[in-house]
């Protein structure tokens, strides 16, 4: 999903190492910089305020974060603020399984998923529905579950 020309990127809510989705982009020649309130991460801060200028990034990557952080619609402004084109949001499908971390703070289904995107002027240029099955989470405990992908584009048609 990740769109073509990508030279420098920002991982939104990395968490803990490995950081699976960095480390993607790292193998592809995308130089990428993981920002996390919590983690060590490559820069500490809160998604509702990064601390970058404005179109510092082609592209922008919060995965299962979204669901975590007080307001979605803050953040994404921040991620638009923050990227020149792309942002790529990852988001668990919600379920019973999903619904029942306490720390999921929004179950929003893909209609309003999709509708906090089109007023915030994001064009849907992608979109998958896939399985939540990476190695690393088996190993920690968590269960196979399913999430929807988004590749969003700022502006114009």
Not at 15 to 20: D, K, N, R, W
Not at 86 to 98: A, F, H, Q, T
Not at 143 to 150: A, H, N, S
């Amino acid at each position: 999903m990740l769109p073509d020309k990508v030279g420098i990127a920002l991982e939104v809510g990395a968490g803990e190492p490995p950081y699976l989705t960095a480390r993607f982009m790292r193998e592809q020649g995308i130089y990428t910089i993981t920002l996390d309130r919590l983690s060590k991460s490559d820069c500490n801060g809160d998604a509702h305020m990064l601390p970058f200028r404005d179109e510092s990034f082609d592209v922008v990557v919060a995965r299962h974060v979204l669901e975590h952080v007080l307001s979605p619609y803050q953040v994404l402004i921040e991620m638009m603020r923050v990227s020149r084109r792309w942002l790529l949001i990852v988001v668990p499908i919600n379920s019973g399984k999903s619904l029942s971390w306490p720390d999921h703070l929004w179950g929003l289904d893909r209609r309003a998923w999709e509708l906090i995107f089109r007023r915030l002027g994001l064009q849907i240029d992608g979109f998958e529905e896939g399985n939540h099955t990476e190695q690393y989470a088996l190993d920690q405990g968590l269960w196979q579950d399913l999430e929807w992908r988004y590749r969003l584009r700022k502006g114009g048609p």
